[in-house]
């Protein structure tokens, strides 16, 4: 009894410390997450930190994400997601953006605020954590810091240039968290700060090569500048056509590296949107996807394509049945113009590789089950054989259906991979074509001509081109921007030419009318701005 | 002063001894044996384990389980005391007769005596708190799918609501007092014997002794941080001193369809199609899709068998059971089986207690059905087949043939739970008590399911190469609770009860999944994953997670009694948890409360209907760290694969949340007020209590200034909740014969639950919307709830009739009539309804003839609203050429516009319904030799249901938490739909 006292004794002694210890200790094991403290310690973090705003991107440069793509083209005058019978009301947010009448609590402008900044601060935290280590002790040398530092304050530009695209006058933040509460610049200051990053850092970035596949270069340096100058007059202030010239220049003349050898135009007009696009001499800035190799695909199929759309193209990936064409776009394309048969989908489907045998049935309980999918130019209750057309009157059928960029079947080697273009060359050309027309008083010169014929020419045979050349007497601005509409149909550049052409809030398609002038710009996000008071709403808006 | 008590003390035990000795010395001489049976004065049942002893002396048995005793006295003129808990202890003298036969009344001023409090158990008439104690008899009796469904109703103030309907695979979602959390846990805290964050898996209705629930702030703080949704105390059964006895419970249940939507049957839809009322194909099939999925040979069986016993020194209870549930519908079934073992010790002359429990479950589930696959079946054409003409499956595209998926697919988990925890206890010296407990749960499951080559799932999206998949989950929890308890009575009269302790508690948590697919045969299953050929391709997937948490706390409380008439108990804990802010990781959680038995008071010595009534007050601040593990962390998460350099896809890595070093606790803080009375000698019983809770500090992920930021969103401490509210418990014995007896039991409250807070210095939000309605057109959420709202409030248009053509109009906030697009959901769109009950009530009705007994128990929620999502969906030519609710064309015929959400689908949710009626039947044994008792019972469950609601059962709609009152098919939001049910089940009890 004495002796199993003693040893209590002692055992309790010697544990006493250790329990004091041990015994109000919370401190967290991560097992599963990564500490940011922790990190950057290696090449490959940083390269995983360097291309996560490239991911993120993803969700609002491409379609199918309520992001900068949406906002530019569904409120313009060549694609709408019209509701169709049950499906697509969605809160009425797709009809206001047809009709101009967003308001400031709208959450497809929130959506894109939030989906923009976040990536802006991928941006900014990468930045901040590789310019703050010493570059050793990364794994780096010190040129390929420089290197990292210098593409994502490119890119970082890159999402300062849609932001203010799309709001106009925004806060100017370089760091994460500072300063909580930031203030609203004026459009034209943000302008500066974009110029200015372009510009100091477009020399450090390495040169376009297909080591920079889906990242941004020194090529895509010089497409933001051409688009910056481009649109100078409406941002700034003051027109640049020169500048804008000169951004368009390097590029044509190939001074910034290419993709695969030097810079060109696809000579075959669907060589820019099929599956393995990754071999287009023409794209400058991509988004890239692999689905074989990486399981990472594009995410638009869910906007554009309808229900039953997989059997169409030989693969299972169908969508949301939401955006089409606005009646009387389709027609607008000459029927000896490739792009119509190629790039839009109208009339009965059928099955992939079926020739026109196998039709694709409808399915689903909709408008249409049972029979045969038929694409029409109208949006109306045609099973009702009601003649009303408007937004709230489709059919599951109902408008041309996007075709331009392929998934490719599942057979096919690069299937789902089809990255998306941000910028091409062909774009470049009609931007340089249009600073010669404005330059010139809105008149075209030969060169802005040979310009766009040299884009037109594609979408004709040899027999039809000579009908369908342009000249300097039939290349008006109308026609320019109708031009415009055909070759970059889809692909988000459309309320920025709108407003360019002054035809954003003045002009009518099909059952949309004239808008207030200040909806040039969408609102300051309400939620935002009653948390950070230094925002200032955009004109016309409440706030 | 120290030697003379001593010595005082020395010569009391002497003169014990002498005396007791001399007693026994007169016993041997002139001793005679007396026998008699005891029993119950209400049933006249015979009483097993009653204590009869001679008064005044050591001399003692106890009654066996007949009730009968034998006791040798000594002579001379003798008292015998009967003592049993729960009854009035009776004293008879002892006459010449040799035959004592005594009848014992239960004693209504105890209150079933002792009720389970956090560490420790109290005399009720000590209890200063709001706690509620169930036991066995008063469960529900339908069979449960879960411990609480056996107190669905039974207790004031704690809603259990069985959101998953009668699915054997879904728990119910569990709420006390409304609120208390916004993004935490809302659950109460289930403490079994001892184990706190205790598994229900592991409670077998057969096996539970009590269950105790903690409601207000004052007894619930000695639980500290896990204790803001109020804290369930379940005991579970010990072995009794006596002979071996065993008992053996089953029952088997049937469940039939209750409440089926009206949706066209496959007739009325083909008359339509020929009517050209709708516009669609008539296949030529009439299909009841539904009624394939129904599993008409439903069967579900329980069996449970106990053996107790024990001696002086050492008791035992084992148990074992078999349970086969079978849902309503096909592929949803649920088999368990496991034991429960416990046994109880004493050494070192009774000083020290152990004690030792050791329970088990194993269940293998089919989780391949619950209930969402009701949707696609309900509005699919019923004009086609779920077979193609040549006898394959048809399979479309958009849709999903729920009958081939039953066939074609599986999905089955396999579950293991085991608890043991142990308790030793050493008395120390009088009145000082040191314990240690020791608890350790394992939660452990392996799921694994396969879609055949040919299957819809297969086919569609996985190139018809099969998909199969398999994940693992395991979570292990240790406590370790070292107390000391100390008991001393000062002058008499001041009676302190103390304990105090250390909590230390760890909980790890690890996940793994894999699936892969492009398999030539369906030979292998799920059970070779690796023979896929998607792991060479990427496209297999494969994840994992691991996290671990601690809390610890030191806690205490002290009680003090006198004379049973003032009583007060103060407790602290102080507590830390790992995963709050660097800042805050600590936080105190004091209590204190107080009671008053009136009935001992002078001026109420004349009333004399009155039995007990006492007043009780308390307050008490709780918390929750029920948040997820290393919130407060900075941290990296992945971004998805991308191109790197040297054209190898990897990783990407970015910030994923805005950290929050200042992250803190939700703290509630709680009044309760109270009376427990008695009256008519026992004939109306009961307790009142009212609350006011208080919730400050509530997590949200608020939105944050964006930029700077890099998400929109931080977890910070922004809001507040509060509820006040009544709640009534009222037992009343309306008729009392010997043959006959008639009793009521009434549970009632009535609460108010707001939302008075959203912001803090830093972060102002207007409102929060919440419970997404989901299914076609995206109508966003139905509740949207305003700093000072009450919970549930629907916001939404107002209907104002409809156009010539039938489109919608909505009134406009000037009054106005206008289509739907034209509304600003920030200025028209108002408050139409709300869908929290403002009151619950239930009630009981029990009657017993001789061996008969018939019990009714009702249960309603009233005072609501209930989103009616069925007529707003299916009820809708919107909804055409799918099927839908007859009332498309009766009711909605006129709604020719597509789907709203607006007040026209706002109904009220009121309803009482026959939640069980049971008949039974206690076989009277003459001998008690082999069987010892035995009863019969049948019982249906959900006979029927009163309310004017339109939709389904509005008893499964949840009401609970921050998204409650949308009824639906659909799953979003976290629903879980599944079709009504109604019961019938037959049940024996058998002792031997």
């Not at chain 1, 200051?189 to 596949?213: C, Q, T």
């Not at chain 1, 090529?219 to 202030?237: I, P, Q, V």
């Not at chain 2, 009044?671 to 008519?680: I, L």
């Not at chain 2, 028209?828 to 003839?849: E, H, M, Q, R």
Request: proline residues 3%; glycine residues 10%; aromatic residues 12%.
């Amino acid at each position: 009894m004495k002796r199993f006292k003693k040893i209590a004794v002692y055992t309790s002694l010697a544990l006493l410390p250790v329990l004091a210890n041990s015994c109000t200790n919370l401190d967290e094991k991560a097992y599963d997450t990564l500490l940011t403290n922790n990190f950057y310690n290696n090449r490959n973090e940083v390269v995983s930190a360097v291309l996560r705003p490239y991911t993120h991107a993803n969700a609002w440069i491409t379609p199918g994400q309520s992001g900068w793509w949406r906002l530019s083209e569904l409120s313009g005058d060549q694609l709408a997601w019209p509701q169709k019978g049950r499906h697509g009301y969605d809160n009425g947010q797709w009809i206001r953006l047809h009709y101009h009448t967003w308001t400031v609590d709208e959450s497809t402008v929130l959506n894109c605020w939030n989906l923009l900044w976040t990536g802006l601060g991928f941006c900014n935290d990468a930045i901040g954590n590789i310019e703050g280590r010493d570059a050793a002790k990364m794994g780096l040398s010190q040129e390929e810091k420089d290197g990292f530092t210098g593409e994502l304050r490119l890119l970082r530009a890159f999402h300062y240039l849609r932001l203010m695209d799309i709001y106009g006058n925004i806060p100017i933040v370089t760091t994460v968290g500072e300063p909580v509460s930031p203030e609203t610049k004026p459009r034209a200051e943000v302008f500066s700060f974009i110029e200015k990053e372009i510009k100091d850092n477009i020399d450090k970035s390495p040169n376009l090569s297909k080591a920079l596949l889906g990242r941004m270069s020194k090529a895509g340096g010089y497409a933001m500048l051409a688009e910056l100058y481009l649109n100078a007059e409406k941002w700034s202030g003051t027109a640049r056509w020169d500048d804008c010239i000169a951004a368009c220049d390097a590029l044509i003349n190939s001074t910034a590296g290419g993709m695969n050898g030097a810079l060109a135009l696809d000579t075959n007009l669907t060589d820019t949107y099929k599956p393995n696009n990754d071999l287009s001499k023409e794209i400058i800035f991509s988004i890239a996807y692999d689905y074989i190799i990486s399981n990472f695909a594009p995410q638009w199929p869910g906007d554009f394509y309808h229900f039953n759309q997989g059997q169409i193209n030989g693969n299972p990936i169908n969508g949301n049945d939401g955006v089409v064409v606005i009646p009387g776009v389709y027609t607008t394309f000459d029927d000896a113009d490739k792009r119509k048969k190629e790039w839009l989908l109208i009339g009965p489907q059928w099955k992939y590789g079926s020739n026109g045998t196998d039709p694709v049935i409808a399915s689903g309980g909709n408008e249409y089950d049972g029979q045969q999918l038929v694409f029409v130019d109208n949006i109306r209750k045609n099973a009702q054989g009601s003649t009303v057309s408007d937004m709230t009157q489709g059919e599951e059928n109902s408008g041309v259906r996007f075709n331009k960029y392929r998934l490719g079947p599942l057979t096919d080697p690069s299937y789902r991979s089809c990255d998306w273009a941000v910028y091409r060359l062909s774009w470049i050309y009609f931007v340089k074509a249009e600073a010669i027309m404005r330059k010139n008083g809105g008149v075209a010169t030969q060169e802005a001509v040979d310009l766009v014929n040299t884009i037109k020419q594609r979408a004709y045979s040899a027999a039809d081109w000579p009908a369908h050349a342009y000249t300097t007497a039939t290349l008006t601005m109308d026609e320019l921007l109708a031009e415009l509409g055909r070759e970059f149909i889809f692909e988000g550049y459309r309320r920025q030419e709108l407003i360019r052409f002054g035809k954003y809030t003045t002009g009518t398609w099909w059952d949309h009318n004239a808008s207030e002038s200040y909806r040039e710009l969408f609102p300051i996000p309400r939620t935002q701005l009653q948390l950070n008071t230094n925002l200032k709403q955009n004109d016309g808006y409440p706030n | 002063m120290y030697m003379k008590r001593r010595l005082v003390f020395l010569s009391r035990i002497c003169l014990h001894s002498i005396w007791m000795l001399f007693l026994s010395m007169l016993a041997f001489s002139q001793s005679r044996t007396i026998t008699g049976k005891v029993v119950d004065a209400s049933g006249q049942s015979p009483l097993p384990g009653v204590t009869v002893q001679v008064k005044g002396a050591t001399i003692g048995t106890q009654t066996k389980v007949d009730g009968s005793y034998t006791l040798n006295i000594p002579g001379g003129s003798v008292s015998l005391v009967f003592t049993f808990v729960g009854y009035k202890t009776t004293e008879i003298a002892v006459g010449t007769s040799n035959t004592v036969n005594v009848t014992l009344t239960a004693d209504v001023t105890a209150l079933k005596d002792v009720v389970v409090v956090g560490y420790g158990t109290q005399k009720k008439q000590e209890v200063t708190s709001a706690i509620t104690s169930i036991e066995p008899s008063d469960f529900r009796q339908s069979g449960a799918r879960n411990a609480l469904d056996l107190v669905q109703g039974k207790v004031a103030g704690l809603q259990i609501t069985r959101t998953g309907g009668s699915n054997p695979n879904t728990s119910p979602a569990i709420q006390l007092r409304g609120v208390t959390s916004l993004t935490g846990s809302m659950s109460p805290l289930i403490v079994i014997d001892g184990i706190p964050g205790g598994n229900l898996d592991l409670l077998q209705q057969d096996d539970i002794a009590s269950i105790s629930v903690l409601k207000d702030g004052s007894a619930a703080a000695i639980y500290g941080t896990q204790a803001n949704g109020g804290v369930i105390i379940v005991t579970t059964k010990k072995g009794v001193k006596g002979p071996a006895r065993v008992t053996y419970n089953n029952y088997f249940r049937k469940e039939y369809k209750s409440r089926i939507p009206k949706f066209l049957t496959a007739d009325e839809y083909a008359a339509k199609i020929a009517s050209g009322e709708i516009n669609a194909t008539d296949k030529g099939y009439r299909t009841d899709f539904v009624d394939l999925l129904v599993n008409h040979d439903n069967l579900t069986q329980n069996h449970n068998l106990a053996f107790s016993g024990g001696g002086e020194q050492s008791n035992y209870r084992a148990s074992v059971y078999y349970l086969n549930q079978e849902g309503i519908l096909k592929a949803n079934e649920r088999q368990q089986y496991g034991g429960r073992l416990s046994i109880t010790s004493k050494g070192l002359n009774d000083r020290l207690t152990s004690q030792f429990n050791l329970a088990t479950n194993f269940n293998k589930a089919n989780l391949l059905t619950d209930g969402g696959n009701l949707q696609g079946y309900y509005t699919f054409n019923p004009t086609y087949s779920p077979y193609n003409p040549d006898g394959s499956w048809y399979f479309e595209q958009t849709s999903t043939n729920e009958l081939a998926r039953i066939n074609q697919q599986t999905d089955i988990r396999q579950q293991q739970t085991t608890s043991g925890d142990a308790k030793v206890s050493l008395d120390i010296v009088k009145g000082l008590k040191g314990s240690i407990f020791g608890s350790v749960t394992r939660d452990s499951w392996t799921e694994g399911g396969y879609a055949d080559l040919l299957s819809e799932l297969s086919v569609e999206n996985y190139d018809s190469t099969g998909y199969a998949f398999q994940a693992s989950f395991l979570n292990i929890k240790y406590a370790v609770e070292p107390t000391l308890e100390y008991n001393i009575t000062v002058n008499k009269n001041h009676n302190f009860t103390a304990i105090g302790g250390y909590s230390y508690r760890y909980e790890v948590e690890q996940y793994f999944d894999a699936n892969n697919y492009g398999f030539v045969n369906d030979i292998f299953q799920e059970n070779n994953l690796g023979a896929g050929n998607m792991l060479l391709t990427g496209k297999a997937g494969m994840s994992s997670y691991k996290n671990d948490n601690k809390l610890i706390a030191f806690f205490g409380r002290v009680n003090y009694n006198y004379k049973d008439k003032y009583m007060a108990s103060v407790i602290l804990r102080h507590e830390g948890s790992s995963r709050f802010g660097a800042n805050n990781k600590w936080g105190n959680f004091p209590a204190l409360s107080v009671g008053w038995n009136m009935r001992d008071e002078p001026f109420m010595q004349g009333v004399t209907f009155l039995d007990d009534l006492k007043l009780r007050a308390g307050y008490g601040v709780t918390g929750n760290s029920g948040i997820s593990n290393y919130s407060s962390l900075v941290t990296m998460g992945t971004g998805g694969n991308y191109i790197n350099p040297d054209g190898v896809w990897r990783q990407t890595y970015g910030p994923n949340k805005n950290p929050n070093p200042n992250l803190k606790w939700e703290k509630k803080s709680e009044y309760n007020v109270g009376v427990d009375f008695s009256f008519f000698k026992g004939r109306i019983t009961g307790a009142v209590d009212v609350y006011k809770r208080i919730t400050k500090d509530l997590l949200e992920n608020v939105t944050t200034q964006l930029p700077p930021f890099v998400t929109n969103s931080i977890y910070a401490n922004v809001g507040q909740v509060s509820s006040k509210g009544v709640e009534l418990t009222l037992s009343g014995i309306p008729v009392r014969t010997k043959d006959f007896s008639w009793t009521v039991d009434v549970a009632f409250s009535n609460s108010k639950n707001t939302l008075d807070r959203y912001s803090n210095e830093l972060y102002t939000i207007k409102y929060q919307s919440y419970a997404d309605i989901g299914g076609y057109g995206a109508l966003g959420n139905a509740i949207r709830t305003y700093e000072g709202d009450r919970i549930g409030n629907f916001y939404g248009k107002r209907f104002a009739g409809l156009t010539d053509s039938g489109d919608w109009l909505f009134y406009k906030a000037d009054g106005t009539k206008a289509p739907a697009d034209q509304l600003d959901s920030e200025k028209d769109f108002a408050v139409i309804g709300n869908a929290v009950p403002k009151v619950y009530l239930s009630f009981t009705n029990t009657f017993k003839y001789k061996n008969f007994d018939l019990r009714a128990f009702f249960r309603g929620k009233f005072g609501y609203n209930i989103l009616n999502t069925m007529e707003m969906f299916y009820g809708s030519k919107a909804s055409l050429p799918s099927n839908v609710l007859e009332t498309a064309f009766t009711k909605n015929g006129k709604i020719t516009g597509g789907y709203q959400y607006s007040d026209y689908y706002i109904e009220k949710g009121n309803f009482m319904k026959l939640d069980e009626l049971t008949l039974g039947y206690t076989v009277p044994f003459k001998s008690k030799k082999t069987f010892q008792s035995m009863r019969l019972y049948a019982t249906a469950s959900n006979l029927f249901i009163i309310t004017k609601y339109t939709g389904n059962d509005p008893d499964y709609v949840r009401d609970t938490g921050l998204k409650p009152g949308v009824d639906a098919l659909n799953a979003s939001d976290d629903r879980t739909p599944y079709m009504g049910t109604r019961g019938f089940m037959v049940g024996l009890n058998v002792g031997f």
